[in-house]
């Protein structure tokens, strides 16, 4: 059971990435996907979710408006669009998994909720 996230890199202010987060192991189609980053120095953050389904979706407000999110089930695969990038998106950007959608909601608002499966990140850095 493992959760890739991948397609970081770097980028000038202003521009766009798509990261990836692939599943292996286990069918995406009963989990809620949750986009989270830490940036150097700084306590990890929620970005963004998707419900199992793809019709629910949540973004923090720092995001919201720039980034979007979508998923795959076929290709076992959720995606996070990057847009107007800013320096203060810089972080590593990681993905998770878990069944409840309230769940994943929750920990992208900083609740501490236990989340069944973690991805490892991947690095954006967005030059200034």
């Known amino acids: 059971v493992q959760l890739q996230a991948s397609g970081g890199g770097l980028v000038q202010t202003g521009g766009s990435l798509t990261l990836s987060c692939a599943a292996s192991g286990f069918s995406m189609d009963y989990y809620t996907i949750g986009w989270f980053r830490q940036a150097p120095g700084m306590e990890r953050e929620g970005v963004s979710c998707?419900?199992?389904?793809?019709?629910?979706?949540y973004y923090t407000g720092s995001v919201r408006g720039r980034f979007t999110i979508s998923r795959d089930n076929a290709k076992n695969t959720v995606y996070l669009q990057m847009n107007s990038l800013k320096p203060e998106d810089t972080a590593v950007y990681y993905c998770?998994?878990?069944?409840?959608?309230?769940?994943?909601?929750?920990?992208?608002?900083?609740?501490?909720?236990?989340?069944?499966?973690w991805g490892q990140g991947t690095l954006v850095t967005v030059s200034s």
């Open positions: 998707i419900g199992n389904s793809g019709s629910s979706t």
């Open positions: 998770a998994a878990d069944p409840d959608l309230d769940t994943v909601v929750g920990a992208i608002n900083g609740r501490r909720r236990y989340l069944e499966v």
